[in-house]
């Protein structure tokens, strides 16, 4: 079983280098931790008395693996969900904040549990989401994969400029498809054919 720093690991490793992208409400960021984080958590790298773009571009990969796991993963509860939904609510979460919480939480209320839609992880979440996942974990897991995507998919219905990071510019599947589909078992991977119309749509 991949430890919690193996699947931080992971997540820096597809969140990639230091990007400043101005269609990213995110601003600044570097191994997915965004400028707005560091600020939140003091990071100032650079000694300068401000947490600014400088200050991201000098995070290191381990820095950005142990902000994950403690602000990412251990304070969110993660760690209490079935094992088998943690690696994608974890990169989710790094993704999306509270937002992968919620995902989970509309998911199981569909599933006729009674939670609360409030992105945190309580004792009520956490306990629906261990009896969802009793019966067939891999299909609790897969599930959430297809709800994430769904996710995705809705953003970049409702705003054109986030269309980048789900359709690349060959109008192949893009980054936040490929992300989610990565948790989900190969056969509710979307074919080209069901991708193409999916974001018709777009234009």
């Known amino acids: 079983m991949q430890s919690v720093r193996d699947i931080a690991e992971e997540i820096v490793e597809r969140e990639g280098g230091f990007v400043n ?19 939140r958590l ?22 950005a693996v142990d902000i994950f796991i403690r602000h990412y993963f251990e304070r969110p509860r993660i760690a209490d969900l079935p ?3 943690q690696a994608s609510v974890f990169d989710m979460y790094v993704n999306a904040g509270g937002n992968a919480v919620k995902i989970l939480q509309r ?13 945190a992880i309580g004792p009520q979440t956490i306990g ?8 067939d974990g891999v299909a ?9 995507r769904n996710y995705y998919f809705r953003i970049a219905d409702r705003r ?28 509710y991977h979307m074919s080209p054919a ?10």
């Not at 992208?21 to 600020?39: C, E, L, N, Q, S």
């Not at 000694?47 to 990969?61: E, H, I, K, Q, T």
């Not at 400029?161 to 359709?167: G, L």
């Not at 069901?194 to 234009?203: H, K, Y």
């Open 83 to 85: 094992v088998v939904v």
């Open 42 to 63: 003091g990071l100032d790298l650079t000694g300068d008395g401000a947490v600014g773009v400088a200050d991201v571009r000098a995070l290191s990969r381990g820095q």
């Open 128 to 135: 629906a989401a261990q009896d969802a996942a009793k019966p």
């Open 160 to 187: 054109a400029a986030s269309r980048k990071y789900a359709r690349t510019r060959k109008g192949g599947k893009g980054g936040w498809i490929k992300r989610a589909e990565e948790f989900l078992s190969p056969r």
């Open 140 to 148: 609790f897991r897969d599930a959430y994969g297809v709800a994430r």
């Open 107 to 119: 998911l199981l209320r569909e599933m006729g549990y009674a939670v609360a839609v409030d992105g």
């Open 21 to 39: 992208d101005p269609d990213d409400p995110g601003g600044a960021t570097k191994y997915g931790v965004t400028i707005h984080t560091m600020r």
């Open 194 to 203: 069901e991708f193409q119309r999916r974001v018709a749509s777009w234009g």
